[in-house]
């Protein structure tokens, strides 16, 4: 059974970091893009980064270029969203997910998905 469990977020004041996990199970994920999502309260689910687990190829959408980055461990079958320079706009639950499309940046397209992690910026 596939499992992508997130971990990491929190409470932080605009202008700090926070590094997110997402602990991937179940199946071997190679061949897969590994994708980080957010949805902010009233809003839809975005997309906020994506990395391919085999080549370790990253992409990110424009309002997070230079602040997140997305990165994986193959030893641990874990990825990560480091984020500096959080702002109150980041404020949203963070989602882990899976997809055998590669480099896919739309929801529709992940197979597997976390169950989120809060992640809220103070101003």
């Known amino acids: 059974q596939v499992q992508l469990v997130e971990s990491g977020g929190g409470l932080v004041q605009a202008g700090g970091s926070l590094r997110l996990s997402c602990a991937a199970s179940g199946r071997t994920f190679s061949g897969y893009t590994m994708g980080w999502f957010r949805r902010a309260p009233g809003k839809d689910r975005e997309f906020v980064a994506v990395i391919d687990w085999s080549s370790g190829i990253t992409s990110n959408t424009d309002s997070v270029q230079g602040r997140f980055t997305i990165s994986r461990d193959n030893a641990k079958n874990t990825v990560y969203l480091q984020m500096n320079s959080l702002k109150p706009e980041d404020t949203a639950v963070y989602y882990c997910?899976?997809?055998?499309?590669?480099?896919?940046?739309?929801?529709?397209?992940?197979?597997?998905w976390g169950r989120g992690t809060q992640v809220t910026v103070s101003s």
């Open positions: 997910a899976a997809a055998r499309e590669f480099m896919t940046t739309t929801d529709s397209r992940y197979d597997y």
